[in-house]
């Protein structure tokens, strides 16, 4: 059949690329997410080939005596070339197995075995082969309908072709849009929705009246969600402080909204407006907007990070905009971030510029991940952030923000894309790590804004340039980071990137999409705490260490 047959060249095409996806990249992969990049990786390659064997047929092998090849050569090519492919696969793991130990050791994990990268090659296999015969099952239909149009209809082979693909196209694009990726949208919304009614064990209703969610809170504990439960109910209590601080403190404020705490977005801004006023939170020393990653997400550790270092003289506010868990909004909810971001951070400047200028908190911004991109959302350009807030720490930012590119793009000739400088940092930095952040010794002016960004984060690298264009952060020095064997090819780095994203969480603190204590080094750089030095500051790292996993769960 010739769905089944199998093509000399897109086979050579296909190993080629599936010998560049098993050389490494930001993460160290497992068989399973190699076995699914390496069979994505493959069937484009595939294609590749089979453009290329095309126009080889049609416009060059023609000219040449010896084409077509004689029988006895096609048999020996049918056999040989697939030996010759397969042998190259299986040489081909051994320096693979060894990349991944090398990514291993730099993010201080577990390295996979060569047994277990043979099952990567099989389900790669499987995979590219799946996709390849979709693609001819389509293309065969497409003939069938053209052939069909003319039979039938006495249109011409030219326009049937056309009118063939045409709907075959359109077909498709019903099937995968319309019924695939809406239909599934909803399956997961509905499916999300359920787990935003679940509580986390040892997630119980506050008794302070300073958190929403309280017997005293305008926002009734059962409308948080899960994530805003796991918020309300964690932080670090006076006494507690007390013992890690060293000085008096006091009783943190925690504002949330849910989803289900107001039926319309503009109710639910008017709810957290009004419960800062019930708390007192605009008689607190630091006010922090945190707009948060898809279910409403809000990193204990940077929650934790901010109280310690106010001695719980603070205020924190968020509120979630989706069901949907942080990656799924990063693919469907990314203008809904944003317009809630605005939302967020307008009305509680709003509010905050009622009170008087010399009793009002200092206003900052906290985003994380998707969050960074809410809270953009709030701002034009540099301009607006100095002149509604005091400060702003962005961790993480994906790629697609609109601020962070234009910053990225606009940077100071010579400096890095990994760790880039901007009007020589006088307003806005960069920095990969904590030694980043203290690096420069040049006047940087109030407010600050600083992002935070790991050289192997892929949330903060993907992007779908990455299929056809070498970034500038791939052609400069690797960093401590990254290793220095991650090439760039076509195609195939953005589809290792992809997959890298999957787990991007999954690695320790310091690298991927963990940014760990380093939260706590950006925000004293930010908000520079009267008085501050280096021993308060490991101080506060020490008591992050042993509060770990007390404040609800990692993302």
Not at 421 to 446: E, H, M, Q
Request: hydrophobic content about 45%.
């Amino acid at each position: 059949m010739r769905t089944l047959r199998i093509d000399a060249v897109s086979l050579v095409f296909a190993t080629v690329f599936y010998l560049w996806s098993l050389t490494p990249s930001l993460l160290p992969r497992d068989w399973l997410f190699q076995g699914l990049i390496g069979g994505i990786t493959a069937a484009t390659g595939y294609a590749v080939g089979s453009g290329v064997d095309a126009l080889l047929r049609r416009a060059v092998l023609p000219r040449f005596s010896w084409w077509p090849f004689a029988p006895q050569v096609r048999r020996v090519l049918r056999v040989c070339v697939p030996v010759v492919c397969v042998a190259a696969a299986l040489v081909m793991l051994v320096p693979a197995v060894r990349w991944q130990g090398e990514l291993a050791r730099v993010m201080e994990t577990t390295a996979p075995g060569y047994l277990g990268y043979l099952r990567a090659l099989v389900l790669s296999g499987l995979i590219a082969i799946a996709i390849v015969g979709v693609y001819r099952t389509l293309r065969d239909l497409t003939g069938w309908i053209a052939r069909s149009l003319n039979r039938l209809l006495r249109i011409p082979r030219r326009a049937a072709s056309v009118v063939s693909l045409v709907i075959v196209l359109f077909g498709t694009f019903v099937l995968v849009d319309g019924i695939a990726l809406r239909g599934g949208y909803a399956v997961l919304n509905s499916a999300f929705s359920v787990q935003n009614d679940a509580t986390r064990d040892g997630a119980d209703r506050p008794d302070l009246a300073e958190k929403s969610g309280s017997p005293e809170s305008l926002a009734a504990w059962d409308t948080l969600g899960f994530e805003g439960r796991n918020f309300v109910s964690g932080g670090i209590r006076a006494a507690d402080l007390q013992r890690y601080t060293r000085r008096p403190a006091k009783e943190p404020i925690r504002v949330y909204a849910g989803l289900e705490s107001a039926p319309t977005p503009e109710a639910r801004m008017a709810l957290v407006v009004d419960e800062l006023e019930r708390t007192g939170a605009f008689e607190r020393k630091t006010l922090v907007v945190i707009p948060t990653t898809g279910t409403g997400w809000v990193n204990p550790t940077a929650a934790q990070t901010m109280e310690l270092v106010e001695n719980g003289d603070s205020a924190l506010v968020a509120a979630q905009y989706s069901y949907l868990p942080s990656w799924l909004s990063f693919v469907a909810d990314r203008e809904k971030a944003a317009e809630a971001g605005r939302a967020l951070i307008e009305a509680v400047h709003a509010r905050w510029l009622t009170k008087p200028p010399d009793r009002r908190p200092r206003l900052f911004v906290y985003g994380e991940s998707l969050g960074t991109q809410a809270g953009e959302g709030a701002f034009d350009d540099l301009d607006a952030i100095r002149s509604t807030v005091d400060g702003v720490l962005w961790v993480g930012p994906p790629a697609a923000n609109r601020l962070w590119g234009s910053l990225v793009e606009r940077r100071d000739p010579g400096t890095p894309e990994a760790e880039p400088t901007y009007a020589d940092g006088l307003v806005v930095r960069f920095a990969n790590d904590a030694g980043g952040i203290r690096r420069s010794d040049k006047p940087w002016l109030s407010p600050r804004v600083l992002y935070i960004q790991h050289r192997s984060d892929p949330v903060v690298w993907w992007s779908p340039d990455l299929l056809y264009s070498k970034p500038d952060w791939l052609r400069e020095p690797a960093g401590a980071d990254r290793v220095g064997a991650m090439s760039w090819f076509p195609l195939v780095t953005f589809w290792q990137v992809s997959a890298d994203l999957g787990n991007a969480a999954g690695v320790p603190d310091g690298h991927g999409h963990n940014y760990g204590t380093v939260i706590l080094d950006g925000y004293v750089a930010v908000t520079e705490p009267d008085g501050w030095t280096d021993v308060d500051t490991e101080r506060i790292r020490a008591a992050l260490e042993d509060l770990r996993g007390h404040d609800g769960p990692e993302k």
